[in-house]
T-cell receptor, first 114, second 112 residues
């Protein structure tokens, strides 16, 4: 069974600090897909990134970056120079090949203080 | 604008009553999903549908029912058999297998 663990329940930082969110996953499949979503107070989940298991190249998108390490089954997410608008719940998720099911971690609540 | 519309945003139900949550998408996506979110927990899959007239149970399907008569619509009924229905319900759709899902704004259901 697939499983996603986000050990950090809450993180609070001051604006302009960097924040890293941890995500550890478990799967028996060699082909799988990892995702990060942001849930602002409005409630709607916003897609941030999708990564397949064969692509370990790290990715940067503006102030966001992702570090995928198959050796440690981790897919961590870093927000650089955080802003108040980054305050949200962030979810890591996993889907295995040929499976529509998306398994979510419990989420990490990020609070950025001005 | 393309997207997913859930209605209503807030819903109150008396114990013992069935209630139906609406989900409509105009993204032309084949797959649709219903998730339940409780405080401090991640999203849990209730039902999903890969194609019209077909749907599959997720991890917590007991007490829920769905239909998929049209590609655009995937309503969820919370029945009286659901023991603890108070939660935030999210509908989503995706273009294909293993692609990113797009979510609606959710319906917050409260049993009174």
């Amino acid at each position: 069974a697939q499983k996603v663990t986000q050990a950090q329940t809450e993180i609070s930082v001051v604006e302009k600090e960097d924040v890293t969110l941890d995500c550890v996953y478990e799967t028996r499949d060699t082909t799988y897909y990892l995702f990060w979503y942001k849930q602002p107070p409005s409630g709607e989940l916003v897609f941030l990134i999708r990564r397949n298991s064969f692509d370990e190249q790290n990715e940067i998108s503006g102030r966001y970056s992702w570090n995928f390490q198959k050796s440690t089954s981790s897919f961590n997410f870093t927000i650089t120079a955080s802003q108040v608008v980054d305050s949200a719940v962030y979810f890591c998720a996993l889907s295995e090949a040929d499976d529509y099911k998306l398994s979510f971690g419990a989420g990490t609540t990020v609070t950025v203080r001005a | 604008d393309g997207g997913i519309t859930q209605s209503p945003k807030y819903l109150f139900r008396k114990e013992g009553q069935n209630v139906t949550l609406s989900c409509e998408q105009n993204l032309n996506h084949d797959a649709m999903y219903w998730y339940r979110q409780d405080p401090g927990q991640g999203l849990r899959l209730i039902y999903y549908s890969q194609i019209v007239n077909d749907f599959q149970k997720g991890d917590i399907a007991e007490g829920y029912s769905v239909s998929r008569e049209k590609k655009e619509s995937f309503p969820l009924t919370v029945t009286s058999a659901q023991k603890n229905p108070t939660a935030f319900y999210l509908c989503a759709s995706s273009r294909a297998l293993n692609t990113e899902a797009f979510f609606g704004q959710g319906t917050r259901l409260t049993v009174v």
